[in-house]
């Protein structure tokens, strides 16, 4: 499948923050499709031997994203598994249906260094364009738009 947007994400032991920052991304994409800018977006994390729960979270958040069964689940299972309120919205809850059509993900164990992680991101990659993200990094709204 062809991407119009590779966004590459690195991490290493970033359990606080990468949570936060997928939710970023994900907000912004669902702000094209609301949008009518159907902008096909593909996220690859390059993970550096994270010895934390970055890669557990990250599995955890895509599998609640793309699991239609467990998201029939009560509605604060965002705010419980994730103790954050970014993506409480029912709007958005409603319409990660139409969001998981338009995002794939991929999780890479890669290391030792950033820019490595950076070339992995690369080759693994089937965007038009290419965005570097780090984990600790909060993602505007209007990044993908």
Known sequence: MIFDLSV???TKNEENNILNCLNGI????DLCLNNKLNIKTEI???????TDST???IKNY??????KKKRKEPSNI??????????DDPYYKKN???LSKNIKYKLINFGPERSGQRNKGISESAGKYILYLDADMI???NLIK
Do not use: K, P, Q, R
């Open 96 to 98: 990660l249906d139409n």
């Open 139 to 141: 993602v505007s709204l």
């Open 8 to 10: 590459i994400v690195t």
């Open 26 to 29: 994900l907000n912004s994409a």
């Open 55 to 57: 890669v557990g979270n």
């Open 44 to 50: 690859i994390i390059v993970d550096n031997n994270s």
């Open 62 to 67: 895509f599998e609640l994203i793309f699991n």
């Open 78 to 87: 965002f705010d419980s598994f994730f103790n954050m309120t970014v993506v």
